[in-house]
């Protein structure tokens, strides 16, 4: 069974970096498509960035000049960096992998998502 590992949130101040971490165990992340969502306190979960097997990157235009998304197929990671952290950002970040109907395929929905980690907290102070 496929299990995705958030890793590397934390509190940090406004305006510094993280870099969040997923890894899977059970099969290998090179063959899935791959997203970021995330749940502010008293919001629904929502999309933040996301990979599709062949490598192509989206991100959500409310964070497009912060947040980058990559992949390591031969770590078997995918990333979330996060730079100039704003107290908005404070949420529990989730990543979510699926098979894809194609390598070049993005998917933007949570239900476009088979499998889930159980999220890492990031908190931004001011």
């Known amino acids: 069974q496929e299990q995705l590992v958030e890793s590397g949130g934390g509190l940090v101040q406004a305006g510094g970096s993280l870099r969040l971490s997923c890894v899977a165990s059970?099969?290998?992340?090179?063959?899935?498509?791959l997203g970021w969502f995330r749940r502010a306190p008293g919001k629904e979960r929502e999309f933040v960035a996301a990979?599709?097997?062949?490598?192509?990157?989206y991100i959500a235009d409310s964070v497009k000049d912060r947040f980058t998304i990559s992949r390591d197929n031969a770590k078997n990671m995918v990333y979330l960096q996060i730079d100039n952290l704003k107290p908005e950002d404070t949420a529990v970040y989730y990543c979510?992998?699926?098979?894809?109907?194609?390598?070049?395929?993005?998917?933007?929905?949570?239900?476009?998502?088979?499998?889930w980690g159980q999220g890492t907290q990031v908190t931004v102070s001011s």
């Open positions: 059970g099969r290998t992340l090179s063959t899935y498509a």
């Open positions: 990979i599709s097997r062949g490598g192509t990157t």
């Open positions: 979510a992998a699926r098979i894809p109907t194609s390598s070049g395929v993005i998917y933007r929905r949570e239900d476009g998502y088979s499998y």
